[in-house]
């Protein structure tokens, strides 16, 4: 499914249900030992979908751990990013040759609860979906939006190492499919982090999800990456990402690519 959103260099492994051969190295199960059994099927399921994509790459098996505030450390070389929701998990990879960052996310194609929604968008966000419910009522804008923030974090974190909060992204989301976001924040924090060491494995920061507090459930895939210089922006002011909605579920995808070599 969430192919179809993605660009050619990304390789994308997905799952609709937990296949039971699905099994976790012994580092990793460390990490789920007191975990709830759906938590232990999502985790599983989706580096199940992690590996199967890297194997595609070329890349062995291996361990996927957490790194900083729990977030996904990839192998070298490689950029990510991992979601799951009640009936999907995902997980889309690239070689950093071809890619800089990625950021996807699913969620059920349901309406966003009331609480979460009214801490997630901007009143200018607010207004343009109430416009588009008028046009298109067959979406469910506010539960888009949700999950185009959380595609922009994700793809924001591997980069820069810093917070972005809900209210740091204004996001036009468009009925063809697409959607424009504007960073709202400092030319300062456009620029990486200057206490991240290169060939660490630094992680995301939490974040929110439906029903919990804005700070509790955000996975960011997060990858060891070269500090560029401390005065270069490492991620554009405005990005563009996609969308799409089937079978139940909708899910959102932005990728920075690298430019293709010149001859």
């Excluded at 349901?110 to 008028?134: G, I, N």
Aim: aromatic residues 6%; proline residues 10%.
């Amino acid at each position: 499914m969430i192919e179809r959103i993605l660009p050619s260099r990304v390789v994308v492994e997905e799952a609709f249900s937990d296949p039971p051969h699905a099994t976790l190295f012994p580092a990793e199960e460390e990490l789920v030992r007191n975990s709830v059994e759906v938590r232990r099927r999502e985790f599983t399921t989706v580096r199940h979908c992690a590996r199967r994509a890297l194997g595609a790459l070329g890349v062995a098996p291996a361990p996927i751990l957490k790194g900083e505030r729990g977030a996904p450390v990839w192998p070298p070389a490689t950029v990510g990013s991992m979601t799951h929701c009640a009936g999907y998990r995902a997980a889309a990879v690239a070689r950093r040759a071809d890619v800089r960052t990625i950021g996807i996310d699913a969620e059920p194609h349901a309406p966003l609860p009331d609480d979460v929604h009214d801490s997630v968008a901007l009143a200018t966000e607010q207004r343009r979906e109430r416009e588009l419910r008028e046009r298109h009522p067959g979406i469910h804008w506010d539960r888009l939006l949700f999950s185009a923030k959380e595609s922009v974090y994700k793809t924001w974190f591997p980069l820069t190492h810093r917070w972005l909060g809900f209210e740091q992204a204004d996001i036009v989301l468009r009925p063809d499919g697409s959607f424009n976001v504007e960073l709202l924040v400092s030319a300062e924090e456009l620029v990486a982090r200057a206490d991240v060491v290169p060939g660490s494995a630094p992680g995301s920061a939490p974040g929110s999800a439906p029903g919990t507090a804005p700070q509790a459930a955000r996975g960011a895939a997060c990858d060891t990456q070269a500090r560029p210089s401390a005065t270069v922006p490492v991620v554009p002011r405005e990005l563009r990402g996609r969308w799409l909605v089937a079978d139940g579920l909708l899910a959102t995808a932005i990728v920075i690519e690298n430019a293709p070599d010149t001859p």
